[in-house]
């Protein structure tokens, strides 16, 4: 019998028609990893309404890992988040028009919740698979740290926890192609002759989004 892994993708924001978060979630749907079958979830990027979202979805797969994936426009290799914060603060509204500052996700959660899944061994898979990757301590204050500090507490308190983690990614190589194209700066980053604008090929970043399944549940 396959065990449930649930991978969690955002749609595009500010201003983007593409999100190599959603691709990947897309694209890893229903496959099979050992005996693990990848359910995969779309998230609307809008702060109200996230928890309940990844609760009912958590609770209707009874995953034994909970992986989320996020773009973080202008990072150069996948990055491997270790801390949620209780932090809601961003400029950049969602995708409802909403824009915070300095809210607390949960008023009495905690300051901060540890991701649980092998970061550092994930880590050195990536890198031994040829891949860059790196560990972080901050996921930010937008809708991917929600998630993760969210996730973090309905995954406790399932009677089976599952492992739960969130990697940040860097733009798809296409998708900055298709930028340069356009010439036109998006919210995020503006684009100019002098610009860099790190990405790697949607295809080495799926890779690596299966590496780390396979590795958060094998690794202690």
């Known amino acids: 019998m396959s065990r449930t892994v649930l991978l969690t993708g955002f749609e595009p924001f500010g201003g983007l028609t593409f999100n190599p ?3 990947i979630a897309k694209a890893l749907h229903g496959a099979g990893i050992d005996d693990l079958r990848i359910h995969s979830e779309i998230l609307p990027v809008t702060f109200e309404g996230h928890a309940a979202r990844l609760e009912k979805s958590i609770r209707e797969t009874a995953p034994v890992l909970v992986l989320s994936l996020g ?18 603060d961003f400029d950049l509204a969602d995708n409802a028009g909403l824009k915070l500052r300095s809210s607390p996700i949960e008023p009495s959660g905690p300051a901060a919740r540890i991701a649980t899944l092998p970061c550092d061994a994930i880590q050195r898979a990536l890198l031994a698979s040829g891949i860059p990757a790196r560990l972080s301590n901050t996921a930010g204050a937008y809708l991917c740290n ?3 500090y969210s996730a973090l507490r309905i995954c406790a308190d399932q009677s089976q926890k599952p492992r739960c983690g969130f990697i940040h990614l860097p733009y798809a190589t296409q ?3 298709a930028m340069l ?9 503006l684009i100019s002759p002098d610009s860099i ?7 080495l970043m799926i890779e690596a989004v299966k590496i780390a399944i396979r590795t958060g549940l094998t690794a202690q």
């Open 21 to 23: 978060a959603l691709e």
């Open 71 to 88: 773009l973080y426009g202008g990072e150069d290799m996948i990055r491997l988040e270790r801390i949620g914060l209780n932090l809601a």
């Open 146 to 148: 929600a998630t993760l």
């Open 175 to 177: 998708q900055v192609a």
């Open 181 to 189: 194209i356009e010439e036109k700066p998006d919210e995020l980053t």
């Open 197 to 203: 604008l790190p990405s790697l090929p949607l295809d």
